[in-house]
T-cell receptor, first 109, second 114 residues
């Protein structure tokens, strides 16, 4: 079983729409949780950390459910520039990142 | 402040040759991590180094792969006798210390083995 599993999508949405997707992780010892963004053939960039209480960063809202080992990301009022692959990432041992294969989002005009 | 630098960006090798991938961390960062991304897969942790020390190499294949981070100069990931299955994107990341959650990634080296 993969450590981090994501729906690969693609999610194809019009500008202004809300899109949400999630991932599950298998290792209950995971300590920290993140969403990264990866544009085509480029390096991953941190989008936001994810906290148990849920957190927002502008149009992005992330939620963590430790009991279900489930992480979600919601994008409101999506923009063309939000088109990317979103990577669900968990950290264990204080430094070791485990990445999901990514969820592809395409925002169309 | 320059970001993490990796070179070369693209590397083509024939089976059996050696590949050397370089990573210069961000200024002030002394912790380096290497990850490999196979096509259609997520990034996989390979190795964690500090200056002159390998801290965790649990993700490194047991043979042909080695990594170092010398006192002076960049971190090097070395792959000897490359095979087609080594074709992947290799990303390096750095952080200022082990308590800092965020890792900053370089642009990656895309290795193609013919």
């Amino acid at each position: 079983r993969k450590e981090v599993e994501q729906d690969p999508g693609p999610f194809n949405v019009p500008e202004g729409a809300t899109v949400a997707f999630n991932c599950t992780y298998s290792n209950s010892a995971s300590q920290s949780f993140f969403w990264y963004r990866q544009d085509c053939r480029k390096e991953p960039k941190l989008l936001m950390s994810v906290y148990s209480s849920g957190n927002e960063d502008g149009r992005f809202t992330a939620q963590l459910n430790r009991a279900s080992q489930y992480i979600s990301l919601l994008i409101r009022d999506s923009k063309l520039s939000d088109s990317a692959t979103y990577l669900c990432v968990v950290m264990k041992d204080g430094y070791k990142l485990s990445f999901g294969a990514g969820t592809t989002v395409t925002v169309r005009a | 402040n320059a970001g993490v630098m990796q070179n070369p960006r693209h590397l083509v090798r024939r089976r059996g040759q050696e590949a050397r991938l370089r990573c210069s961390p961000m200024k002030g960062h002394s912790h380096v991590y290497w990850y490999r991304q196979l096509p259609e897969e997520g990034l996989k942790f390979m190795v964690y180094l500090q200056k002159e020390n390998i801290i965790d190499e649990s993700g490194m294949p047991k043979e042909r792969f080695s990594a170092e981070f010398p006192k002076e100069g960049p971190s090097i990931l070395r792959i000897q006798q490359v095979v087609r299955g080594d074709s992947a994107a290799y990303f390096c990341a750095s952080s200022p210390d082990s308590t800092y959650n965020e890792q900053f990634f370089g642009p990656g080296t895309r290795l193609t083995v013919l």
